[in-house]
């Protein structure tokens, strides 16, 4: 098989759009997905079911982002090119903002799997945390590459609300900075 062969499966990844399009959807047809929401929370397993399903290798860092390796180095922290974008939503968001770089990069890479094609490296579809703002604008984006401010610092300022939010997905404040990625780690990011 040549490259030139290869082919999303365009019903398996419109019937993902129309999935998680119902997660939060609104009756002015957009979707409320805000970062940490049950409805974001519904989206993020939603995704990480995907990623079990096709046979990658799921992660979660330590900043909430999800994502899932199709390995091709056969070394789990070898060096990844990176494709995806969020799930989270603004109020009343587009159907499509956000989503369909984080669809559309797991259809690459289902379809890279089934193909049999061999890349030098690493291909990770990524999920990033409230890249919104709901709580922190490019939360997810900015712990993995290290500018992520250190909330825990802050005097002064109530992050109880926030600590909260997080603690229901699983994450620690005290432990956001621990997402951060080694530059030589990561041999490239595509966003769609």
């Not at 990844?13 to 409805?39: C, K, P, Q, W, Y």
């Not at 982002?65 to 990176?82: A, E």
Request: net charge negative; glycine share 10%.
């Amino acid at each position: 098989m040549t490259l030139a062969d290869v082919r999303i499966n365009a019903d398996r990844l419109r019937a993902d759009f129309e999935a998680v399009a119902d997660i939060g959807a609104t009756i002015a047809g957009g979707v409320s997905r805000l970062a940490l929401s049950n409805e974001d929370l519904e989206a993020r397993a939603w995704f990480a079911n995907r990623l079990d399903d096709a046979g990658l290798l799921v992660r979660d860092d330590d900043a909430g982002n999800i994502s899932g390796v199709l390995l091709m180095t056969g070394n789990p922290s070898g060096r990844s090119f990176l494709v995806g974008s969020h799930l989270d939503s603004s109020v009343n968001g587009g159907k499509y903002d956000g989503s369909v770089g984080v669809l559309a990069g797991l259809e690459c890479l289902r379809t890279i799997q089934e193909s049999g094609l061999r890349l030098p490296v690493n291909l990770e579809v990524i999920n990033f945390t409230d890249q919104e703002g709901a709580w922190q604008s490019l939360m997810g984006s900015r712990a993995l590459t290290g500018k992520l401010p250190d909330f825990t610092a802050r005097e002064g300022e109530d992050q109880s609300a926030f600590r909260a939010a997080l603690f229901r997905a699983g994450i620690y404040i005290s432990d956001l900075q621990k997402a951060k990625r080694k530059p030589e780690d990561v041999a490239g990011f595509l966003e769609l």
